[in-house]
């Protein structure tokens, strides 16, 4: 089992950047696909990044691709997710998220461990 705490959040304007990341507990960090996904109020969680136990693969949705990388330090037990040139739209609760399994996947659904969220509020 792992226990995920994601940090780094808050207000920034649009063009700006933030860097979240996920800590998680537990010995097996290395064993684990992590991802990012994020909700904005009123809409479903969607997929954001995500990233390989090994940090090898990654990918990302359309929406934030050239903008967010993902990574992780496995000696450290965290993800991280830089978020370059934000926009208004980016605007959601972020949540990291772990499966048991090599690659991620884009489908919620697929992940066994979430994290609490951290709110990145971008303003116009």
């Known amino acids: 089992q792992v226990q995920l705490v994601e940090s780094g959040g808050g207000l920034v304007q649009a063009g700006g950047s933030l860097r979240l990341s996920c800590g998680a507990s537990g010995r097996t960090f290395s064993s684990y696909a992590m991802g990012w996904f994020r909700q904005a109020p009123g809409k479903e969680r969607e997929f954001a990044a995500r990233?390989?136990?090994?940090?090898?693969?990654?990918y990302y949705a359309d929406s934030v691709k050239g903008r967010f990388t993902i990574s992780r330090d496995n000696a450290k037990n965290t993800m991280y997710l830089q978020m370059n040139n934000l926009k208004p739209e980016d605007t959601a609760v972020y949540y990291c998220?772990?499966?048991?399994?090599?690659?991620?996947?884009?489908?919620?659904?697929?992940?066994?461990?979430w994290g609490q969220g951290t709110q990145v509020t971008v303003s116009s």
């Open positions: 990233i390989s136990s090994s940090g090898g693969a990654t």
């Open positions: 998220a772990a499966a048991t399994r090599l690659f991620g996947d884009i489908r919620s659904r697929e992940y066994d461990y």
